[in-house]
């Protein structure tokens, strides 16, 4: 069975920084997209960021210049620096690995079970 395993979600002000990471196992990065999608309560869910599987990056608008995605194929992990943090950046934040092309978070796609990422202004 396929495992995404998060960390490194918590609380924090508005302008501090986070760092997610997420790894892998029964699964090889470097065949697919690996990135990160967002849920808020009564919200749409976002795909924040994605490196595709030829190392390609994808950022959602709001968070381009703030965020940076990463991946080491040999530890199977991603990790998104989150930086300049703002309180709409507050939501539930999910490890995805699969074709996260499209901006749609797939249901068929791998996630994680989550971890929550809270900015007070």
């Known amino acids: 069975e396929v495992q995404l395993v998060e960390s490194g979600g918590g609380s924090v002000q508005a302008g501090g920084a986070l760092t997610l990471s997420c790894t892998a196992s029964?699964?090889?990065?470097?065949?697919?997209?690996t990135g990160w999608y967002r849920k808020v309560p009564g919200n749409e869910c976002e795909v924040v960021s994605y490196?595709?599987?030829?190392?390609?990056?994808y950022y959602l608008d709001s968070v381009k210049g703030r965020f940076t995605i990463s991946r080491d194929n040999n530890k199977n992990t991603v990790t998104l620096q989150m930086n300049s943090l703002k309180p709409e950046d507050t939501a539930v934040y999910y490890c995805?690995?699969?074709?996260?092309?499209?901006?749609?978070?797939?249901?068929?796609?791998?996630w994680g079970r989550g971890t929550q990422v809270t900015v007070s202004s």
């Open positions: 995805a690995a699969g074709d996260l092309r499209g901006g749609i978070c797939r249901g068929d796609n791998y």
């Open positions: 490196m595709d599987r030829n190392g390609r990056t």
């Open positions: 029964r699964f090889t990065f470097d065949d697919s997209d």
